[in-house]
């Protein structure tokens, strides 16, 4: 098999799912034989119907089931590690492949150069007020996506590159960043290509999405940390030389997103004050309480989430002075 695509799903409804294996049935001037699509159920009871998969007789499916509801990277562990496909790739199930020539020219990389890995741009696609808007995203700005790479298993397995059990939340940021680090080790054999592959579909006029977005939020606050540590000291054990560099620019987004106006819930308002204190914890425990203010205007200028604009409500010197007051 050349290539796995890897394919988390929950509780998606059967619409998602065909319009992601439709993506796929499309692809022209490449054997589908060479390809697999592997649905890896995250335990619900939301199985995705027999009936869909008699519709696509053509393509190799294959599901797998986890033993407990442990998140997507979990499940997307779960796919690796039951693959045996030179290749793997992942997509989220309410997402799809773009165009109908991605397969042809990925194969044809493949044959080609063999790399370690292929990064590839998308499209994000946003509805608003009922009508469609695209941007694309180079490869160049996905290090935290998992969009559009295409990675030599084998480079996983030899490098030990995983997601981590322990992180639900921003799973694919924990993967990118170790992911990143093995190539720059390791010397891999990369190639860019200047090609779109990937749908990536957001509709910000769904009320489902809307309170999902609540859900999310309120959820961040209790993940908020955790992954820049964990992944810290992943990087530590693998003595990094960008590990200092990697945490100071986590906490910087996690004081961002704490002190912006992304969170305009007052229910959050309690876990916040016990989130700052973390914060500044963990600051001061890796010496970061002198950061300059142009660093910070930096990473907030780079931030966009969900089409929002961040603004600061409190500057960074604000933070670590009234902090250190309530530490006094």
Request: charged fraction near 30%; charge should be negative; hydrophobic fraction near 35%.
């Given at each position: 098999?050349?290539?796995?695509?890897?394919?988390?799903?929950?509780?998606?409804?059967?619409n998602y799912?065909?319009?992601?294996?439709?993506?796929?049935?499309?692809?022209?001037?490449?054997?589908?034989?060479?390809?697999?699509?592997?649905?890896?159920?995250?335990?619900?009871?939301?199985?995705?119907?027999?009936?869909?998969?008699?519709?696509?007789?053509?393509?190799?499916?294959?599901?797998?089931?986890?033993?407990?509801?442990?998140?997507?990277?979990?499940?997307r562990q779960?796919?690796?590690?039951?693959s045996?496909?030179?290749y793997?790739?992942?997509?989220?199930?309410?997402?799809?492949?773009?165009?109908?020539?991605?397969?042809?020219?990925?194969?044809?990389?493949?044959?080609?150069?063999?790399?370690?890995?292929?990064?590839?741009?998308?499209y994000?696609?946003?509805?608003?007020?009922?009508?469609?808007?695209?941007k694309?995203i180079?490869?160049?700005?996905?290090?935290?996506?998992?969009?559009?790479?295409?990675?030599?298993?084998?480079?996983?397995?030899?490098r030990?590159?995983?997601?981590?059990?322990?992180?639900?939340?921003?799973?694919?940021?924990?993967?990118?960043?170790?992911?990143?680090?093995?190539?720059?080790?390791?010397?891999?054999?990369?190639?860019?290509?200047?090609l779109?592959?990937?749908?990536?579909k957001?509709?910000?006029?769904?009320?489902?999405?809307?309170?999902?977005?609540?859900?999310?939020?309120?959820?961040?606050?209790?993940?908020?940390?955790?992954?820049?540590?964990?992944t810290?000291?992943?990087?530590?054990?693998?003595?990094?030389?960008?590990?200092?560099?990697?945490?100071?620019?986590?906490?910087?987004?996690?004081?961002?997103?704490?002190?912006?106006?992304?969170?305009?819930y007052?229910e959050?308002?309690?876990?916040?004050?016990?989130?700052?204190?973390?914060?500044?914890?963990?600051?001061?425990?890796?010496?970061?309480?002198?950061?300059?203010?142009?660093?910070?205007?930096?990473?907030?200028?780079?931030?966009?989430?969900?089409?929002?604009?961040?603004?600061l409500?409190?500057?960074?010197?604000?933070?670590i002075?009234?902090?250190?007051n309530?530490?006094?």
């Open positions: 098999m050349l290539l796995d695509i890897i394919v988390p799903q929950f509780n998606e409804g059967e799912i065909r319009r992601l294996l439709d993506s796929v049935k499309c692809q022209k001037y490449v054997n589908l034989n060479d390809i697999r699509i592997v649905f890896v159920n995250g335990h619900s009871n939301n199985l995705p119907s027999k009936n869909i998969f008699d519709d696509y007789k053509e393509l190799n499916i294959k599901v797998l089931i986890d033993e407990e509801n442990r998140g997507p990277g979990y499940s779960h796919g690796i590690d039951d045996d496909a030179k793997i790739t992942f997509i989220d199930c309410d997402d799809e492949l773009y165009g109908e020539n991605s397969l042809y020219y990925i194969s044809s990389c493949i044959n080609e150069a063999n790399p370690d890995i292929i990064f590839t741009a998308s994000r696609e946003k509805t608003i007020d009922g009508k469609f808007q695209y694309k180079t490869n160049s700005d996905m290090r935290a996506s998992l969009h559009g790479k295409f990675i030599k298993r084998e480079f996983l397995i030899n030990n590159i995983r997601f981590h059990e322990k992180i639900w939340d921003y799973e694919d940021s924990y993967f990118n960043t170790i992911l990143y680090n093995e190539i720059i080790e390791s010397k891999a054999n990369e190639i860019h290509l200047d779109v592959t990937y749908l990536w957001e509709n910000n006029d769904s009320v489902t999405l809307r309170k999902r977005k609540y859900d999310y939020y309120v959820d961040t606050y209790d993940k908020l940390l955790e992954t820049p540590i964990l810290y000291q992943e990087l530590e054990k693998r003595n990094s030389s960008f590990k200092d560099e990697y945490i100071k620019n986590g906490l910087v987004i996690c004081f961002i997103v704490l002190e912006s106006n992304l969170f305009d007052k959050l308002n309690e876990k916040k004050l016990s989130y700052e204190k973390q914060l500044f914890s963990y600051l001061s425990e890796y010496n970061l309480l002198n950061i300059d203010s142009k660093y910070i205007e930096n990473e907030l200028n780079n931030m966009i989430v969900s089409g929002k604009k961040l603004k409500l409190k500057s960074f010197d604000e933070f002075i009234e902090n250190k309530k530490n006094v």
